[in-house]
């Protein structure tokens, strides 16, 4: 029976594969050629551990808010900074003060905000919920990535980069796949399996690729894995070659982990024109227990300070140095960026000054073919709006996200075939 690649993945530990640390480039040599008009590109930014919402798009302006979170809540004055500059959206709405770069973008029209994103019955548990996020299944039962299966039906038995996993040591959900082979890269200068340069690299890469490349027996797991890995080596060379031809004045801070992984992405996107989804990860955490404000040294009471503003604020940064780095690159009008994470937080603030699992979120998209504003609308705070948990209610399917962007966005499978079922068109894009 053949090996699938699902099969290898649950399988796991056992296999004869690397792929190589790459160095650091002087990069250079390369001025940016026009993209195709109908290159479409979709990055997939995962904000992993659950996004608090209400402290992301916040509103100021309603009292029950400031009634649930009298220490974690952010009024008017604190939305707006000593020069004046303010990251009020509305009289009702404001993005959190770390969110300057999403205020531009939002002021410019290149960022729709999707409020009240969830799905029926939420489930809070971290790994149950990211599963149902990444295969746009609430049933639980999918085996397959939503983008993998895009992926099977679009680029199925391709080899590449049409489809690429960034910034995460293990392939996420969303990428399984059925027949498409999807690259799993690390980061800008790294990837999965490594083997150090030593002077005996070039052995061992010899040896691999003997290995690697023998004979095996039809549709054998040995002969899976050796395909894998060989696979695996041949991409590290043209990721190689990815990171000589990039080039661009943007500067991405190396303190900020959110922009170095999506100048990796950029770096990919530049120079594959066959690259069209990325599904993106670094390293952050979301889930804001305790201590979700604030430092020590202020007895955690600034509101513009703690984990939260942090994310936040790489998060912002990253997103609109990627979006300036598209439009020197000459791919402004090609990429469409969004954002998930595994649910929103409860909206009442607890005990550590931080908040514990929700359900409804917002959603980002971002892009220059993105129609901005405001979409769906904010869950009530009214207790007798809340569910029977205390939570919010969604008003906007997360499938129906994805569905817009899978029918007005991308091309080849459309959202019925892929997500197994008809939703609204939210118009975004």
């Given at each position: 029976?053949?090996?699938?690649?699902?099969?290898?993945?649950?399988?796991?530990?056992?296999?004869?594969?690397?792929?190589?640390?790459?160095?650091?480039?002087?990069?250079?040599?390369?001025?940016?050629?026009?993209?195709?008009?109908?290159?479409?590109?979709?990055?997939?930014?995962?904000?992993?551990?659950?996004?608090?919402?209400?402290?992301?798009?916040?509103?100021?302006?309603?009292?029950?808010?400031?009634?649930?979170?009298?220490?974690?809540?952010?009024?008017?004055?604190?939305?707006?900074?000593?020069?004046?500059?303010?990251?009020?959206?509305?009289?009702?709405?404001?993005?959190?003060?770390?969110?300057?770069?999403?205020?531009?973008?939002?002021?410019?029209?290149?960022?729709?905000?999707?409020?009240?994103?969830?799905?029926?019955?939420?489930?809070?548990?971290?790994?149950?919920?990211?599963?149902?996020?990444?295969?746009?299944?609430?049933?639980?039962?999918?085996?397959?990535?939503?983008?993998?299966?895009?992926?099977?039906?679009?680029?199925?038995?391709?080899?590449?980069?049409?489809?690429?996993?960034?910034?995460?040591?293990?392939?996420?959900?969303?990428?399984?796949?059925?027949?498409?082979?999807?690259?799993?890269?690390?980061?800008?200068?790294?990837?999965?399996?490594?083997?150090?340069?030593?002077?005996?690299?070039?052995?061992?890469?010899?040896?691999?690729?003997?290995?690697?490349?023998?004979?095996?027996?039809?549709?054998?797991?040995?002969?899976?894995?050796?395909?894998?890995?060989?696979?695996?080596?041949?991409?590290?060379?043209?990721?190689?070659?990815?990171?000589?031809?990039?080039?661009?004045?943007?500067?991405?801070?190396?303190?900020?982990?959110?922009?170095?992984?999506?100048?990796?992405?950029?770096v990919l996107a530049t120079a594959f024109p066959e690259a069209s989804i990325f599904h993106v990860n670094y390293s952050c955490f979301f889930d804001t227990h305790a201590a979700q404000i604030g430092t020590p040294a202020d007895q955690f009471r600034d509101k513009r300070a703690g984990a939260h503003a942090t994310d936040l604020g790489r998060l912002s940064e990253a997103v609109q140095l990627f979006t300036e780095d598209a439009d020197q690159?000459?791919?402004?009008?090609?990429?469409?960026?969004?954002?998930?994470?595994?649910?929103?937080?409860?909206?009442?603030?607890?005990?550590?000054?931080?908040?514990?699992?929700?359900?409804?979120?917002?959603?980002?998209?971002?892009g220059n073919k993105v129609k901005g504003g405001l979409y769906g609308m904010q869950p009530s705070l009214a207790a007798s709006e809340l569910d029977a948990d205390g939570n919010l209610r969604f008003s906007t399917d997360f499938r129906s996200v994805y569905a817009t962007v899978l029918d007005n966005w991308l091309q080849g499978a459309g959202s019925q075939d892929v997500l197994g079922g008809r939703f609204s068109n939210i118009g975004f894009?």
């Open positions: 029976m053949k090996t699938t690649r699902r099969e290898f993945i649950k399988l796991g530990a056992g296999a004869i594969s690397i792929t190589f640390i790459i160095p650091d480039y002087a990069f250079g040599g390369r001025v940016a050629a026009p993209a195709a008009a109908d290159r479409r590109i979709l990055v997939v930014v995962q904000l992993t551990g659950g996004n608090d919402g209400l402290n992301t798009v916040i509103p100021y302006a309603d009292s029950r808010y400031h009634g649930l979170r009298p220490t974690l809540g952010f009024g008017e004055q604190d939305l707006r900074d000593q020069t004046g500059n303010s990251t009020i959206i509305n009289e009702q709405l404001g993005f959190h003060p770390a969110l300057k770069g999403f205020k531009q973008l939002y002021d410019a029209g290149k960022l729709a905000v999707l409020l009240g994103v969830g799905y029926p019955n939420a489930d809070q548990s971290h790994g149950t919920s990211l599963a149902i996020w990444q295969t746009a299944d609430i049933t639980g039962s999918a085996r397959l990535g939503w983008l993998g299966r895009y992926a099977d039906r679009t680029f199925g038995g391709k080899g590449g980069f049409s489809a690429v996993a960034v910034g995460t040591s293990y392939l996420p959900i969303a990428a399984f796949s059925a027949t498409a082979d999807i690259p799993l890269v690390a980061g800008l200068g790294q990837s999965t399996f490594r083997v150090a340069y030593t002077p005996e690299r070039g052995l061992i890469v010899d040896t691999f690729r003997s290995l690697n490349q023998r004979d095996f027996p039809p549709n054998s797991f040995v002969g899976t894995i050796a395909g894998i890995g060989a696979g695996a080596e041949r991409n590290s060379g043209l990721l190689e070659n990815a990171a000589k031809l990039y080039q661009s004045n943007v500067q991405y801070p190396d303190d900020n982990p959110a922009a170095q992984v999506l100048k990796s992405v950029m690159q000459r791919l402004g009008d090609n990429i469409v960026l969004m954002t998930y994470s595994d649910f929103g937080r409860r909206p009442n603030e607890n005990a550590s000054a931080g908040t514990d699992h929700g359900t409804a979120s917002n959603l980002f998209v971002v894009v």
